[in-house]
């Protein structure tokens, strides 16, 4: 089945800085890859996404690039504020029939220092 | 309307009882997803139904029944479980028609005595 890491598990990082997380995949069948954002005590909630014909995608402070050949990607915030701060989920994901077949990352941690 | 719309918010219970676990979506979603996620881990696949068709069970603990009467609603079904399943269950829809989001709902944070 479908493995992905994610690095780091935490992260800290200054008001304004940049934050990058990483995440690679193992099967090269899963072909769209979100990332989900949660915030203690609440649901996960995707801020980003990006499918597997797409190298890169942006949305604001938020930005996500796609090797598939290298099978990683990863998630950029620009001028990070202190409301980013919460556990981002990377995923890949299988279309399989009708639904989707959905492995998440470990979590990584980001805490915003003001 | 873009909700999943779970109930309980919060579920305490004995190791001998039998409780349920609802989900609802009004999105037209075909998929149905149930997960589970311990503090500090990612949500973890129990069970996928699509076309109110049972698709995946990722080899959960019988204790643990799921069932989809329409294509609107989903349920857990809970009997004598562990304190080790208390947990936050989260369910989750998607369209099922082309590669898209999973829509959570806010989860029922379940201890169990």
């Known amino acids: 089945g479908e493995n992905v890491e994610q690095h780091p598990s935490t992260l800290s990082v200054q008001e304004g800085d940049s934050a990058v997380i990483k995440c690679t995949y193992s099967d090269s069948a899963s072909n769209y890859f979100p990332w989900y954002k949660q915030e203690l005590g609440k649901r996960p909630q995707l801020i980003i996404d990006?499918?597997?014909?797409?190298g890169e995608k942006k949305d604001q402070r938020i930005a996500v690039t796609l090797n598939k050949t290298a099978k990683h990607f990863s998630l950029h915030i620009t001028e990070t504020q202190p409301e980013d701060s919460a556990v981002y989920f990377c995923?890949?994901?299988?279309?399989?029939?009708?639904?989707?077949?959905?492995?998440f990352g470990t979590g990584t941690k980001l805490q915003v220092i003001p | 309307d873009t909700e999943v719309t779970q109930t309980p918010k919060h579920l305490v219970m004995g190791m001998t009882n039998k409780k349920s676990l609802k989900c609802e979506q009004h999105?037209?979603?075909?998929?149905m997803y149930w997960y589970k996620q311990k503090a500090k881990k990612p949500p973890e696949l129990m069970f996928v139904y699509s076309y109110e068709k049972l698709s995946i069970n990722e080899s959960v603990p019988s204790r643990f029944s799921p069932e989809c009467p329409n294509s609107s609603l989903l349920n857990l079904h809970l009997h004598a479980l562990q304190p080790e399943d208390s947990a936050l269950y989260l369910c989750?829809?998607?369209?099922?028609?082309?590669?898209?989001?999973?829509?959570f709902g806010e989860g029922s944070r379940l201890t169990v005595l």
């Open positions: 990006i499918r597997s014909n797409v």
């Open positions: 995923a890949a994901t299988l279309r399989s029939g009708g639904y989707q077949k959905v492995t």
């Open positions: 999105m037209g979603h075909r998929a």
């Open positions: 989750a829809s998607s369209s099922g028609v082309f590669t898209g989001e999973l829509f």
